[in-house]
T-cell receptor, first 115, second 113 residues
């Protein structure tokens, strides 16, 4: 079946604007993660959903960042009042569910540029 | 706080050589460890996953080992090819529930024809 998809692939916005990034996980995967990857760095965890609920949002940098997954499938990462420091690649990953044998499958990412 | 380090940061070798990439982590209480490949401007492709109870996993020319007690993992690539050129990332999964991944900074590998 299809892998994890993310839209848009690229987003350029101006400082202070609001943006939404979308993630479509693999069908049937209950676990969904958002990560952020700055240039030359490994991805950093932002938030984890198990089903519809945000089970761990400890990686969100501040209250300008918010994510939802209302029906337990598609997730949207929302960033208010964007700042230049928010520029990065935002990666989404999904997993069948908790379990040591389960691996995370990543989407291609959304490259966000804040001018 | 779990920290993951990858050495070297970059590696360039001639085609056909066998090579080893290293990953170390500070807290041995991990759930599993994954090795990923990332091509420029692309997302992450999972290569191998090793559960905390396992010592190694193999897939084709790739072999990953895990020594949880010493906080180390290696990725061995046999008979390297130019198509293996990419950035390789290792990541450890923390506690059972969230299993969020903590990544190293990656090793940028170049295989020269």
């Amino acid at each position: 079946g299809a892998g994890v998809s993310q839209t848009p692939s690229n987003k350029v916005t101006e400082k202070g604007k609001y943006v939404e990034l979308r993630c479509d996980p693999i069908s049937g995967h209950t676990a969904l993660y958002w990560y952020r990857q700055s240039l030359g760095q490994g991805p950093e965890f932002l938030i984890y959903f198990q089903g519809t609920g945000a089970a761990d949002d400890s990686g969100l940098p501040n209250d300008r960042f918010f994510a939802v997954r209302p029906e337990g499938s598609v997730s949207t990462l929302k960033i208010q009042r964007t700042e230049r420091g928010d520029s990065a690649v935002y990666l989404c990953a999904s997993m069948p569910g908790p379990g040591s044998y389960n691996e995370q499958f990543f989407g291609p990412g959304t490259r966000l540029t804040v001018l | 706080k779990q920290e993951v380090t990858q050495i070297p940061a970059a590696l360039s070798v001639p085609e056909g050589e066998n090579l080893v990439l290293n990953c170390s982590f500070t807290d041995s209480a991990i759930y599993n460890l994954q090795w990923f490949r990332q091509d420029p401007g692309k997302g992450l492709t999972s290569l191998l996953l090793i559960q905390s109870s396992q010592r190694e996993q193999t897939s084709g020319r790739l072999n990953a080992s895990l020594d949880k007690s010493s906080g180390r993992s290696t990725l061995y690539i046999a008979a390297s090819q130019p198509g293996d050129s990419a950035t390789y990332l290792c990541a450890v999964a923390l506690r059972r529930g969230a299993q969020k991944l903590v990544f190293g900074q990656g090793t940028r590998l170049t295989i020269n024809p």
